[in-house]
Each structure stands twice: as structure tokens, then as C-alpha cells.
């Protein structure tokens, strides 16, 4: 694995491949890049790839202090400018999608794939859509009306077929 620094924390990190766009691949909690090598191998053949171990996971340094979504996409960032990655597609597997989305709110990526990430809402949507009547809804009687009225409604959009 190489190695960079930022702020005084090693980042550990593997790149496999050539060609554009570049992507890198974000692991989630509790992984390492090794999450992701069946990826990293598959796309090596026709793309540059990163694998980067977040701060304190795998090998990258683990120093005790508060870790955040915009502390991993710092790193994140300082890792395509130290590498000279410009507009890469981040690829984030569960919390690694979150920090895609902090490095999408940059406006650094090209593009972002979330794997499995729990994405929440902001506080207008929920509040606007009346998520909190839907919870109480299905813990009613009439709960699988409610459910059908969610999916429908939420989950799906209208088409003309």
C-alpha cells in the first residue's frame, strides 16, 4: 500500500489501472479497501482506480479524535490533489457513500455511486411529506393501506405506459 499525509495522519491507499475517468472506491464503517477489490480489480481494466483505507480504518492512521463526513472528505480531497485526480467518480459502499455526498457538495467528483448508504433526508422533505404522520400511520390499524399509499406515492413515480 502507498501512503500520504494529511494533516500528520498517513491515508493508506492502493491504485491499480489506467484511463478515465478515474474512480475511486470509498469503503464503508468498519471496512477497508479490501471491501471493494473485486471492484477495484474489474474496473482496473479500463480505468485508473484508487482504493483509499479512510481515516482510522485498515492501515491508514488512526489517531483519537472525531471523525466526520467532511473529515473523510478532506482526506478524500487531499488524496486526488496529492495523486493530481481531477473529477474522479467516487464510488462509496455504505458510509463511504455518505462522504461521496459531502465531496458531491464540493462539487469535486464527476459523478457519485452510493452502495447501500443510508441517505437522510433534510428536514423540509420530512416535514413537508409528512413522514412523521406516515410512522404513526403504520403503526395503526390500518397500517397496510397506509404502506400501499407510501410505496405508491413515494416510491414510484407516475408513467405514461
Known amino acids: ?6 494533516d500528520g495522519v498517513g ?10 475517468p478515474p474512480i475511486i472506491f470509498v469503503h464503508g464503517w468498519c471496512c477497508d479497501h479490501t471491501f471493494l477489490l473485486p471492484q477495484l480489480e474489474f474496473f482496473a481494466r479500463r480505468h485508473r482506480v484508487i482504493g ?10 488512526a489517531p483519537e479524535q472525531e471523525y466526520t463526513m467532511g473529515g473523510f472528505a478532506d482526506d478524500i480531497a487531499c488524496l486526488c490533489g496529492e495523486l493530481g485526480i481531477q473529477k474522479p467518480v467516487i464510488v462509496g459502499h455504505s458510509m463511504g457513500g455518505n462522504v461521496a455526498l459531502e465531496l458531491a457538495l464540493r462539487e469535486l467528483p464527476a459523478a457519485i455511486v452510493l452502495i447501500d ?8 422533505f420530512i ?6 404522520g406516515v410512522a404513526e400511520g403504520l403503526h395503526g390499524d390500518d397500517y397496510l ?8 406515492g413515494f416510491l414510484f413515480i407516475a408513467t405514461n405506459n
Open 1 to 6: 500500500m502507498k501512503i500520504i499525509k494529511h
Open 11 to 20: 491515508l493508506a491507499y492502493v491504485e491499480f489501472g489506467a484511463g478515465d
Open 52 to 61: 483509499v483505507d479512510l481515516r482510522g480504518h485498515g492501515m491508514s492512521g
Open 117 to 124: 448508504s443510508l441517505v437522510l433526508p433534510p428536514k423540509s
Open 127 to 132: 416535514e413537508g411529506n409528512d413522514l412523521h
Open 145 to 152: 393501506k397506509v404502506f400501499e399509499a407510501v410505496v405508491s
